[in-house]
Structure formats: structure tokens, C-alpha cells
């Protein structure tokens, strides 16, 4: 049974402030990002394949995946798009879905270590050739809007690290996936552009290119400003990296860009948001709030969340919210930049590139009425 089609996918994002209620994002209330149907599959009758560069082929059952050690991990997904329609509208148009601040979850995520899958098939590549191989991923349950399938790839370095926290997710905040978020079987890879994470997962290749999809190789990459059309793109596409690892990025919840905000008896306003590390870079260390165009920043408080007390948190979000004095008035803006443990800081704005992926400006708010 297929829901959607390829003509009109499912691709929503929910109202940012209600995002932002909950440190773990539930079940129908993150976004939705196909590039064609959503497959419901027999679990009983679903195979995950094994092949390429290693020793032994493997057909794996879902029973054999839950059979294996499972491994639980917090991590946001995002797609590559989050916060395009800033790009597009702060500096120039770009091409893609008009995403704003919402495409983006936090949630908990269970599975075998892909890394542990790869030695149970028993790679057939030298640990110095680790950098220049790759595993592709892919789902063929359906045909997409720009191929017969959907794929995606990582290099062989990146899943074999022992810090690098890429698992066969078999379940999301500790139930069995959804049909939506890639039932029975998707791969998550924490810190990593959400077009990696491909869902319905059918096929698993160690390879050494990169996977041949056309969302891997003529999609989500941060082309130069020079790419101003997709005719300019196509000498692009095959001499730029693929997108990977998302940059830091913090974004206001609260208030709304063109809200009305009634100040307190002490004339000050709450500020509300998540902050997300660069790629495994995290834990998220400091969010900042300015409200005279970054010239002074003011400290927010970093919200703990006390179900994960305990859990690594590098490739989470942090919510925060602060509190600051404001004048009255129309036309105001606020700003946020967050800062991760690797130090890597939010810059006040981002390269224009034409897909419009990968934007990390510094969140805002703006054209707020403050009474």
C-alpha cells in the first residue's frame, strides 16, 4: 500500500513554537520530507541487503536486526532545507520547497550499529582505504520525483569511528517506526544532512563511489554563488562534495516575526528557541540574544531536559529561552547565535547558494510590535 504519490509528496513542517514545547519531538508532530510515496511495508517479508565490498552478503530480517545489539541514540534530524525561506528572502531567490524554521526533530532513535552490521558482513576494504569508500544506502520500494529510487551515501570513515553513532533504526522515541518516519527499518546518521537518513531501507553497498542517486549527486550540495541557474548547476554537480555534516545553527520560536509582544511589569519579553552543534560537534554550550542588531549579546538559559540526564546529547538540540528589556516600539528585531563545544559560532549570515541548503544565519526575529 503507498500513501501520497510521486507527483505530491508529503512535505510539512509544524508551527515553530509549538516544535520547541518539547525537548523530544512526538510522533506526527515533527516534519515530513518524501520525494515520493510512503510505503507500507510487510515487516515479516522485509529484507535488508548486504553486499559490495565485503566478505559475506547478508540478507537481513528485521528479526535478525532486533536480534543484534540495539543501540540508542538523541539526535536531531534535519533536513539539508531548514530555513530556506530565509535564504530566500534575506539575501536572493534559491530553488526548493519554502521551508522556514521547522524542518527539524529531536527524537530518540534505536538500532544495531551500522558499523557492527559492516563487520558481520566482513569488509573487503583496508582500513587506509576507509576515507575513500563509501556506503551507499537505498530504498527501492518506490520510484521518486527525480529517479526510479532513493539513495544516499557516507563515507566508510565516518560509519566505521566508534563516536560516529550511525545505527539501523528500528525504533523512534522507543516504539516501532511509523510508516512516515520509515517503517519497518530506516538509517539514522546523527549530525548528518537528513537526506542521508534514507527511510524503508532496503539495500546497504560498500562501494567505491559514491551512491549514483540523483539526490546524491545532483541535490543537496552547497554550490558556489557562481551556480546562479539550474543550467549554471549542471557543471557543478559532479565537482562539488556532497552535503554531510549540518552546520551549527539557533533559531527564534518566540516570539514570531511579525507578532505583537506585551512587555512585562519589568519591561521585558521572553525569547524562546533550539540551538543545534555542527555535526558531532556538539553538546550545544551557549545561546546568545541581542536586541540592537548584534552589537551586545545577552546570555540565555540553556534548558535541561530531565529524562536524558544521562544520555549523549552531541548531536541533540538545546532549547533555551531568555529573558531581555526592550524598548516599545514598531519594527523590532531580535537575534540569536549559539555556540557548540567544538567552538564552532553562528555567523550573522550565510553563503547564498542556489538550492538554498545548509542556511545558518543568525535567528530572528523581526518587524515585531513590542506594546
Known amino acids: 500500500m503507498l500513501e501520497y504519490s510521486v507527483e505530491e509528496p508529503l512535505n510539512r513542517e509544524p508551527k515553530v513554537d509549538k516544535l520547541v514545547s518539547s525537548f523530544i519531538t512526538g510522533e506526527g508532530e515533527g516534519y515530513d520530507r518524501n520525494h515520493g510515496p510512503i510505503p507500507h511495508i510487510n515487516t515479516e517479508e522485509h529484507r535488508v541487503k548486504v553486499d559490495g565490498l565485503v566478505e559475506k552478503e547478508l540478507s537481513l530480517s528485521i528479526e535478525d536486526l532486533k536480534m543484534m545489539g540495539q543501540k540508542t541514540i538523541i539526535c536531531a534530524l534535519q533536513c539539508a532545507g531548514n530555513r530556506r525561506h530565509t535564504m530566500r528572502t534575506k539575501l536572493k531567490e534559491v530553488t526548493g520547497i519554502d521551508w522556514f524554521d521547522g ?22 576494504v583496508p582500513k587506509e582505504a576507509y576515507d575513500s569508500t563509501h556506503v551507499a544506502f537505498a530504498c527501492h520500494q518506490t520510484p521518486t520525483q527525480d529517479d526510479q529510487w532513493y539513495g544516499a551515501s557516507v563515507p566508510l570513515s565516518r560509519v566505521m569511528d566508534s563516536e560516529s553513532g550511525i545505527i539501523l533504526a528500528l525504533q523512534m522515541n522507543g516504539k516501532p517506526l ?74 527564534i520560536a518566540v516570539p514570531s516575526s511579525d507578532s505583537t509582544v506585551c512587555l512585562d511589569d519589568n519591561s521585558t519579553m521572553e525569547v524562546k528557541g533550539y540551538a543545534l552543534p555542527s555535526g558531532s560537534d556538539g553538546p550545544i554550550t551557549k545561546v546568545e540574544v541581542s536586541t540592537d542588531g548584534g552589537v551586545t549579546w545577552q546570555a540565555a538559559e540553556l534548558l535541561k531536559d530531565s529524562t536524558t540526564k544521562d544520555a549523549d546529547l552531541k548531536w541533540a538540540w538545546c532549547l533555551w529561552k531568555a529573558r531581555v528589556k526592550i524598548a516599545k516600539g514598531k519594527g523590532i528585531k531580535v537575534l540569536s547565535r549559539a555556540t557548540d563545544k567544538s567552538g564552532n559560532t553562528q555567523e550573522a549570515c550565510a553563503k547564498w547558494n542556489l538550492r538554498g541548503v545548509a542556511y545558518n544565519g543568525y535567528g530572528e526575529a523581526s518587524g515585531l510590535t513590542v506594546v
Open 178 to 251: 511509523s510508516p512516515n518516519h520509515g517503517a519497518p527499518v530506516r538509517v539514522v546518521t546523527p549530525g548528518i544532512a537528513g537526506a542521508r537518513s534514507v527511510k524503508w531501507l532496503d539495500k546497504i553497498t560498500v562501494q567505491e563511489c559514491e551512491s549514483e542517486n540523483f539526490y546524491q549527486r545532483h541535490d543537496y550540495k552547497i554550490l558556489p554563488p557562481e551556480a546562479e541557474t539550474k543550467e549554471d548547476a549542471e557543471k557543478w554537480w559532479d565537482r562539488v562534495a556532497a552535503l554531510q555534516d549540518m552546520p551549527i545553527n539557533s533559531v
Open 103 to 124: 524542518a527539524v526533530m529531536n527524537c530518540s532513535w534505536t538500532g544495531p550499529l551500522l558499523r557492527e552490521v559492516l563487520q558481520k558482513a566482513a569488509l573487503k
